[in-house]
């Protein structure tokens, strides 16, 4: 079987994806190698903003525009740590390089910087992260779990969570309707 690389890429859930967790997610994957794969669910807000979470690990905010920010659900692994989704990728302590223009970092710098500075601007935080064992995407690929499509940085940082899934379908030229509606007819 020929090796997919579907970093920087949205995987976009199935209207018959029956996992909870990913039921109308869009994934933006980060690193999709021979090991595996892990990315972050980029529309599904949990009940906190960028605010509180800061205030949760005495991080003072300063700077304007962030307070109200939704945390987003990243996934199912490591609930309990941060994960920043940002451009540019710039230098932190564990920062993921995803590609030229974004990085995923995990280390607490980026958040003082954000609260302090407001940088980097462009940014999605989530509590968690997403995460397929060696081989296991390609199965749920095979499994016609997931549509695909290369991601654009517009919809991950320009658009509202609640329009993301939308937009990465309008990519593929399909709407969530259509999809829906699609489901199960030969």
């Known amino acids: 079987m020929k090796s997919i690389n579907l970093t920087d890429h949205f ?14 997610t869009l994934v933006y994957i ?11 669910i980029v529309n599904r807000p949990i009940d906190m903003s960028l605010g509180t979470l800061l205030g ?7 700077a304007d525009g962030f307070a109200n920010l939704p945390v987003l659900f990243g996934g199912p692994v490591q609930t309990d740590r941060g994960f920043v ?9 564990s920062t993921l390089v995803v590609n030229d223009h974004v990085g995923l970092t995990s280390s607490r710098d980026i ?13 999605m935080v ?3 992260y997403s995460g397929w064992s060696a081989g296991q995407l390609e199965h749920e690929l095979a499994q016609n779990a997931w549509l695909t499509v290369a991601a654009r940085l517009p919809i991950l940082f320009e658009l509202p969570y ?19 509606d699609q489901v199960g007819h030969a």
């Open 30 to 40: 980060a690193e999709h190698n021979e090991r595996g794969a892990l990315g972050v």
């Open 162 to 180: 609640e329009e993301r899934l939308a937009s990465a379908l309008d990519l593929l030229g399909v709407s969530l309707t259509n999809l829906a």
């Open 85 to 93: 989704l940002h451009r540019p990728v710039g230098q932190w302590q």
């Open 111 to 123: 958040l003082q910087s954000v609260a302090e500075k407001g940088q980097p601007q462009d940014l």
């Open 11 to 24: 995987l976009i859930a199935m209207p018959a994806m029956a996992d909870p967790y990913f039921s109308r």
């Open 56 to 62: 949760k690990i005495d991080v003072v905010l300063e």
């Open 126 to 128: 989530t509590l968690g």
